[in-house]
């Protein structure tokens, strides 16, 4: 198909170090892991609930139903650099942005189909159902510290027996440099959207998944694939979870049939320890990282995700930023090298001042 990249994701030499940064011993799996493992094999159809339904609609946005959504123009990637940018251990900002609701929709996945996807935990945007297109949520309003931050973030809702636990405040959505030449990235093209992990990914890919970072923790157990049996009973003890995001795109495709392969993870430079967009992925964009508290303690035999087992998490990111504030944040933080709140601002850094005035909002 002529302009569209059909090229799978380079995830697996990612996925590969996994193993080797984690340590066996902080990842080791239950033998109730490996007999799910030996069940559960990875259909092609999409995951609700305990059953297993393809979709039977394509989004509003995409014209000849084929699954890709193309960007109004291609973008390509920064050219190669005679040398690494000064060393900065932190690039990044933050998006802080509360539940606003629960459905079981998801317009990535089940556009204009509401009600057919397990129950979703939405963030951000308000009006995010399974109409939502680029210009409904764009439209909406959002529960983000940052008025200019419509986008959609969802993930499969948490539950206790039979009661959804939402997560209670703002949570943190990282903005961060996925490549190691963090002045390469650029914002997210608006209407880009894309899903993380699988609800129908086993619990040894869930633990391989490039984007794994540190699995369910809490208290002092860390590192899980399954939710830990129990957690200390304290006020100030929740369920935790990190779970990192591809940062590298094809620069044409918004969407994809699998929703997964017009973003790749990154791959290390030959020769190098650096991390860099591969080839067929060449457009550095910020690499989300969920980290999510759910306040839920004590014993958890109970917990479950409405996808299915622990190791069923996943999230989906549907970009409605306003490009301006988008922009403002990415370069002053990420290019600029900066540890920033959701002002864009740096308490390290105070002389570098703040991306967003006191309301959030473009100076």
């Known amino acids: 198909m002529p302009g569209r990249s059909k090229i799978l994701s380079g995830t697996l030499i990612t996925g590969a170090l996994l193993l080797t940064s984690l340590g066996l011993s902080g990842v080791a799996m239950s033998a109730a892991e490996e007999r799910a493992d030996t069940a559960q094999a990875a259909p092609a159809a999409v995951h609700l ?78 009006t995010t159902n399974a109409a939502s297109t680029t210009a409904s949520l764009s439209a909406g ?60 990914q086993t619990a040894q890919e869930f633990r391989n998944h490039p984007g794994f970072v540190e699995g369910w923790e809490c208290g002092d157990s860390f590192f899980n694939v399954e939710f830990p049996a129990n957690c200390p009973s304290r006020a100030d003890v929740q369920l935790n979870i990190r779970m990192q995001a591809p940062s590298c795109w094809d620069g044409v495709n918004l969407d994809s049939p699998d929703h997964k392969s017009h973003m790749s993870y990154t791959v290390v430079k030959p020769g190098t320890n650096d991390n860099m967009c591969p080839a067929d992925h060449p457009v550095a964009l910020p690499m989300i990282e969920f980290k999510m508290a759910f306040p839920v303690n004590g014993d958890l035999s109970q917990v479950k995700l409405a996808s299915g087992p ?18 403002a944040l990415v370069d002053h933080c990420i290019v600029g090298g900066l540890q920033c709140d959701a002002r864009g601002y740096d308490q390290t850094h105070p002389e570098a001042g703040a991306a967003l005035n006191e309301k959030y909002e473009l100076p």
């Open 310 to 327: 622990s190791w069923s998490f996943h999230y989906d990111f549907f970009n409605a930023w306003d490009d301006a504030t988008l922009k």
């Open 141 to 200: 309003t959002t529960t983000c510290k940052a008025p200019g931050d419509k986008s959609g973030y969802w993930m499969p809702t948490l539950l206790k027996g039979d009661q959804p636990v939402r997560p209670i405040g703002p949570q943190t959505i990282y903005y961060k440099a996925g490549v190691t030449d963090y002045t390469s990235v650029r914002p997210f093209p608006k209407g880009l959207r894309y899903v993380v992990g699988s609800p129908t």
């Open 49 to 126: 609930g305990h059953r297993m339904v393809p979709s039977t609609a394509t989004s509003s946005e995409d014209a000849d139903g084929d699954g890709y959504i193309t960007a109004a123009t291609r973008v390509d990637g920064v050219g190669a650099r005679a040398a690494d940018p000064p060393h900065r251990y932190f690039h990044e900002f933050q998006a802080n942005c509360s539940v606003s609701h629960t459905r079981p929709d998801d317009p990535i996945v089940y556009p204009q189909q509401p009600g057919k996807s397990h129950d979703h935990t939405f963030m951000g945007n308000t």
